[in-house]
């Protein structure tokens, strides 16, 4: 039996509690902000009752979305390798449903979230932000076993774009390596940008190099944890290789040291990401509208532009099929013309 109880807050706001009781076992209660929703829960807890399905105990009703990332949190830190880009995302749900209990953060909520997200977010930033959840979501469900389903499984994705292809002219390249050789602030900036326009590297692979990772007299870099998980040899010429020769004259003995340790601000004890130094160097060289993964962008399309095959330059970037360095197939059309070309010109060079 289910019964439906109005409760009154010290501030006047009005809850309504749902109770059904279990003959031979403990209340099942749950409070709702609103009474219909109290309604609806009662109707289908007595539903599976009466069916004779599994119910979570009342204390699984109780858990809240913070005490679940209070445990998801740190056990995400050691399986994945984006944990900061993941736990703002997490964080920002947190905010929206904090102090809620996990049965009551239903889809339309989530939903209802996510277009306050798409306020200040792109749909493709939105469906990074559901994915978390849903992976959130699917953790507690399965791990933990505090609630039964999984409520962003029945939200649709949002439509998104080809993806942003935003790189470097040849004067913002000039001015941009300028400004990072000039800045005094972090002096590893400058390697690090020539190594990305070079290598195509991302910056966490860069920034989690150690001088173990550098090989063969600095021509050539190992990558042993990417993204995609497979270990993977980034070549090392030209003004990279000079710089990151520069930059090892102050190395530490140790192998295992970082090369490019985090670096604190002279002036106070502040530590400045990567980021932040770098959106400054854009700054100084007068270039917008970039950030710093466009300078993957960069690399890959100079090497399509320079005649390297789709197939390589997956190869040097590190993605496992071909979907994504599609969008750099029509900055090869010029060599491919000049290849086709040869070849006319080699067997039909006769023919009028």
């Known amino acids: 039996m289910a019964t439906i109880e109005a409760r009154h807050s010290k501030s006047g706001a009005i809850s309504y509690r749902a109770k059904v009781r279990r003959k031979g076992q403990p209340p099942l209660s749950h409070t709702f902000p609103r009474k219909t929703d109290a309604q609806k829960w009662a109707t289908r807890i007595e539903s599976e009752v009466f069916s004779g399905k599994a119910i979570p105990n009342a204390k699984n009703q109780q858990y809240t979305i913070d005490e679940a990332l209070d445990i998801y949190i740190p056990d995400l830190s050691r399986s994945i390798k984006d944990v900061d880009t993941r736990a703002p995302q997490l964080f920002y749900w947190q905010n929206k449903f904090s102090g809620l209990p996990l049965i009551s953060i239903t889809a339309p909520k989530i939903r209802y979230a996510r277009q306050e997200l798409l306020k200040t977010r792109s749909n493709a930033t939105a469906n990074r932000y559901l994915a978390a959840l849903s992976a ?80 063969a007299k600095y021509s050539k870099i190992i990558i042993k944890d990417s993204k995609n998980g497979e270990m993977r040899s980034v070549p090392l010429v030209g003004p990279a290789q000079n710089a990151l020769i520069q930059w090892s004259k102050v190395r530490p003995i140790d192998q295992s040291a970082m090369v490019f340790p985090p670096v604190r601000v002279v002036s106070d004890s502040t530590l400045l990401t990567i980021y932040k130094h770098f959106k400054k160097t854009l700054e100084i060289a007068q270039i917008k509208n970039f950030r710093f993964h466009d300078l993957r962008h960069t690399s890959a399309s100079y090497l399509a532009m320079s005649g390297v095959g789709l197939r390589d330059i997956s190869d040097i970037l590190g993605h496992k099929t071909l979907a994504m360095v599609q969008r750099y197939s029509h900055l090869t059309d010029d060599h491919k013309h000049q290849s086709v070309s040869k070849m006319v010109a080699q067997r039909f060079g006769g023919m009028v």
């Open 136 to 215: 959130f979501f699917t953790f507690v469900c399965n791990e933990l076993e505090w609630i039964e389903n999984n409520p962003c499984q029945k939200i649709r994705r949002l439509s998104e774009s080809r993806g942003r292809c935003r790189i470097l002219s040849d004067y913002e390249r000039t001015a941009l390596i300028r400004a990072a050789q000039k800045y005094q602030q972090c002096p590893a900036l400058y390697p690090i940008i020539l190594i990305a326009i070079t290598t195509g590297m991302r910056k966490s692979e860069i920034l989690r190099l150690r001088w173990e990772d550098i090989k």
